[in-house]
């Protein structure tokens, strides 16, 4: 499960590390503490003209061939062992419309309690995630709007001691063959749906307050010390 996640990271940096073409116009997005799903989202792709460029989807995909936006409410994480093969999916990933979610980590919640925990790369590094993209043409004004998932597989340790599910994390390393810049045959893009190691993540308990979309602040991310929320 990935349902919520944060980028607050300043676009110039962000374009110098995703290395997006620098023609490519800057995407029009304020920084988030707190996105959920129909929400904005910074993704890459690679365009038909041999870009990689940075492009503004709603979070929650909507399969060209919906006849309703609410479609999306339920499409913003695809399952990896069914994502090739589910109607909302299985035409994007068919087409390869492929693309990096770019976030700054995510938040999930522990079970038993509903605590909520910040995710972050260890290193503090951008975390990218492994996403789908389509465009839809919304009856019957025809307005264009390209929306995405993120891909989730089973989780490692460090996810795993709060939910069953987490967002595939790509290494930079497979980032071009994600995107299609480098050939990969079908089998070796479903090799990238995997967890990533335990020790590229970092997580800590935050306020409770993050479970409102309402709330939008750089305090959101910042750690709780109270001895009764360590896992």
């Known amino acids: ?22 023609t490519a116009p800057a995407p029009n997005l304020a920084p988030s503490w707190n996105t959920p799903p129909t929400g904005d989202m ?13 492009e503004v989807m709603r979070w929650g995909l909507i399969p060209r061939w919906a006849k309703d936006i609410k479609v999306g409410y339920s499409t913003f994480n695809a399952r990896a062992d069914s994502v090739a093969d589910k109607p909302a999916f299985r035409d994007a990933w068919k087409r390869g419309q492929r693309c990096l979610v770019v976030t700054d980590g995510f938040y999930e919640w522990r079970k038993k309690d509903r605590q909520p925990f910040a995710i972050a790369m ?21 307005e264009r709007i390209k929306t995405c998932t993120v891909i989730t597989c089973e989780p490692n340790g460090v996810v795993g001691a709060l939910h069953d599910r987490m967002p ?10 994600w995107l299609g810049e480098q050939p990969a045959t079908e089998q070796e893009l ?3 749906l995997v967890p990533c190691a335990d020790e590229r993540l970092m997580i800590w308990p935050v306020h409770k307050k993050v479970g409102n979309v309402r709330n939008n602040s750089r305090d959101l ?10 896992l």
């Open 168 to 177: 595939v994390i790509l290494e930079e390393k497979d980032w071009a063959r």
């Open 1 to 22: 499960m990935c349902g919520r996640v944060r980028l607050p990271n300043d676009y110039s940096e962000i374009k110098i590390r995703l290395r997006f073409d620098a």
């Open 42 to 54: 910074l993704v890459a792709t690679y365009s038909a003209d041999g870009r990689r460029i940075s």
């Open 122 to 142: 260890t290193d503090g590094d951008l975390m990218v995630m492994a996403g789908l993209w389509d465009e839809w043409v919304s009856p019957p004004a025809g």
């Open 190 to 192: 479903k090799a990238l």
């Open 221 to 230: 991310a910042e750690p709780v010390i109270e001895q009764d929320l360590l």
